[in-house]
């Protein structure tokens, strides 16, 4: 009996890899939008309405970055392209800014946009997708500070009136650092992404944490 196995990975943003995958992200994340609409600062309409170069042009650039979660048979070979097994969840990273000292490299990621498909909920697999995430902004922020030290922040932004997922943040070591409106942290943030007039009131709470060089990246989430 062939049993399924996890594999994460970050998928390649070359024009070429994007063009190949960018197709099953836009439907992985329009599905998302549409199930879930409450768990987004996103809308369905907005995103749907983006057309595929637009997609492909964003996903192309080295500061976006979407970690994968695939399901694959332990027993088989798998297909050539980590994209073309079963996907089970996606999460966005955006960054990193770095803020560079004499003594410290600064940084901030901002990590957002997950989402785990219906088949595979319950698994912790979000949780997993987030811890990866975080792992990799860390390996990356240790080797470019080399001998100095390293301060990695993570940062995610959530609706301010929802609770569960506050709290849920809360438990991975986030902290509240700001409150605005989409509007507002989208200009902070320097993004250039496409934002509907109607979400720019939006009223949204910037959570943090950070993780030293020194520090061990624990399980969190």
Known sequence: ?????RHYTILPCDYESVTQWAPKFIEFRLNA???????TTSSYELEA????????????????RVLLCVSRNIESQGPVHVWD?????????????YND???????????????VSPLHRGRSTLRDIYNFGIQQATNTDRSLAKNRQSRTGIEIIAKANDAPTLRYYRTGGLEVTQSMTLGEYYAQAGWSFSISADLLGLKIVVMRMVIEREAAVRPRL
Do not use: H, N
Not at 1 to 5: E, G, N, T, Y
Not at 33 to 39: E, F, G, H, R, V
Not at 85 to 97: A, D, K, Q
């Open 1 to 5: 009996m062939a049993f399924p196995s």
């Open 33 to 39: 939008l549409k199930s879930a609409p409450q768990c």
């Open 49 to 64: 309405a983006i057309p595929q170069q637009e997609w492909i042009s964003t996903l192309s650039k080295p500061v976006f």
């Open 85 to 97: 097994s079963e996907w089970v969840g996606v999460l966005c990273m955006y960054g990193p800014r």
């Open 101 to 115: 000292k004499e003594d410290c490299l600064e940084s901030t990621w901002y990590l957002g946009g997950g989402f």
